[in-house]
């Protein structure tokens, strides 16, 4: 029957779960999001055009800013957003902890992977922002592995995002440390190979597209959408497996209109919500929705174990960690 509906409202991107009542739902609401501004203005259009009675307001900064606004708004007891669509699944599992996210038990999500998800429904993966390796077409060999960039020719030739700055590289971080053949070792050897890591993403992808690193850890879509462009790089998703932000939407436990901010949760985690986040170039969360052009297909991409209620808890020794490894 679902899919019948679909079809029939095919020029609609509508949300499985609201379909019967996309024109029922009405009303404000409000928005905080560190989506890119155009991907935040698309994502909200698309919204909008499948609820068009819900009159949405957004507010876009970076997930830290975010979260800054945020506490501020919960101290003066004065809390504005209804939703939050934010980088990562730590900083949820933090306002989970503090009960500042509410349970969404009827959201649909059955044909996702469960490590993708909290089991309890206070907050669900939109999309999957992996991070592999970075190649320099000029460089020595074309790495297969993690393990590749401990190879003598890479010597310091490496660039890496700082998890002190990046929440991607926190998060990258805390997997590959956690694999049994990597470890806190596999950061030991990247700094013996002279590796410094410093600011985010886009720093790595522009000192090896530069040409003065041959290597790097970087998220995914940096260089694949540059590469169709004529960029010098490749991109690798190592065997071993990469690790995921997964840009995680929840409700807020003060949220004043519980119907909008449910069906927003059900279009991004609707087949129309994932191939909205493939269109915008990113690697959709939903397994049977296509990537985008320069991704290799959903299955031959291998996710990294991560535990995001673990991670919080280690947060500070990670970090402490790391900063002792290769100075703060």
Do not use: C
């Not at 074309?142 to 995002?161: C, T």
């Not at 991004?268 to 990113?282: C, N, T, V, W």
């Not at 174990?305 to 990670?318: G, K, R, S, T, Y």
Request: no cysteine; proline share 8%.
């Amino acid at each position: 029957m679902k899919h019948a509906i679909i079809a029939a409202l095919a020029t609609l991107p509508l949300a499985g779960a609201a379909l019967a009542q996309n024109t029922e739902i009405s009303g404000p609401l409000t928005l905080y999001t560190s989506q890119p501004n155009e991907d935040a203005q698309r994502t909200v259009d698309a919204f909008t055009a499948a609820y068009p009675n819900v009159e949405v307001t957004w507010i876009r900064d970076g997930t830290t800013q975010v979260m800054a606004r945020l506490e501020a708004e919960f101290a003066a007891g004065a809390p504005q957003a209804d939703v939050l669509l934010i980088a990562d699944t730590v900083t949820m599992e933090g306002l989970e902890a503090q009960g500042r996210l509410m349970a969404y038990p009827g959201a649909d999500t059955s044909a996702y992977d469960p490590a993708l998800m909290d089991p309890e429904h206070h907050y669900f993966s939109t999309k999957l922002i992996t991070t592999g390796i970075i190649y320099n077409t000029n460089a020595p060999f074309v790495p297969e592995s993690w393990s590749d960039l401990l190879r003598p020719e890479a010597q310091g030739q490496i660039a890496m995002p700082s998890p002190l700055t990046s929440g991607a590289a926190t998060i990258h971080m805390i997997a590959l440390t956690g694999h049994e053949d990597l470890g806190w070792a596999y950061y030991e050897g990247l700094a013996d190979q002279g590796t410094n890591p410093q600011g985010g993403n886009g720093g790595v992808y522009r000192a090896v597209a530069g040409g003065e690193q041959m290597y790097g850890m970087v998220v995914d879509f940096l260089p694949i959408r540059e590469i169709p462009n004529g960029a010098p790089v490749g991109f690798v998703f190592p065997t071993e497996g990469v690790s995921a932000v997964t840009e995680p939407v929840a409700i807020l436990s003060n949220a004043q209109n519980v119907p909008a901010a449910q069906a927003f949760v059900d279009f991004l985690i609707s087949e129309a919500g994932q191939q909205l986040a493939a269109d915008m170039g990113y690697l959709p969360a939903l397994e049977t929705v296509t990537p985008p052009a320069g991704f290799p297909a959903r299955d031959q991409i291998q996710l990294l174990d991560f535990d995001p209620a673990a991670a919080l808890e280690n947060a500070d020794a990670d970090r402490l960690h790391f900063t002792e490894i290769f100075g703060g």
